[in-house]
């Protein structure tokens, strides 16, 4: 289950491990989110990192010693944020997913997330090649907030 606050409606919604249709929408456009660990030593780690959605998962990768890796390694949760600003405030809008991690290092999967992140972003594979060795981390949704989705 995952709940969903809508700050400026001031609305909740639950469902199973799936985003809102809208809210996948919006994370899905938009071209860099920020994901947000902890480690064993709770200091909080944020980055921002080039993204899919697949299967109502968020999904991006890493280098395998990359600090967010080695945070998800002792602690698998993360925080996913996209967010639109606007100097008119009443436009702002955005989502936050918490969720449970998981590393993805070979494999049919690994190949089939890698070639969801080069279809998104072409210029992936001659910049910042993805091999095997590498990470594919999947973030599933367990808790959604969302807010400005009218």
Known sequence: MYLTIDARAGRAYTGRMRLKKQVEKLVARERVC???TTGRSGVPH???VCHVV???KVVFASGGK???VRNLRANPHATVTVDLYSDDWS???GVMIQGRAELIERGPRFRKLRSALYEKYPQYPDEAGIEEGGVIVEVTPEHVFSWGMD
Do not use: Y
């Open 34 to 36: 920020r994901v947000a």
């Open 46 to 48: 944020l980055v921002p």
């Open 66 to 68: 990359a600090r967010k």
């Open 91 to 93: 436009n702002l809008k």
């Open 54 to 56: 697949a299967d109502g």
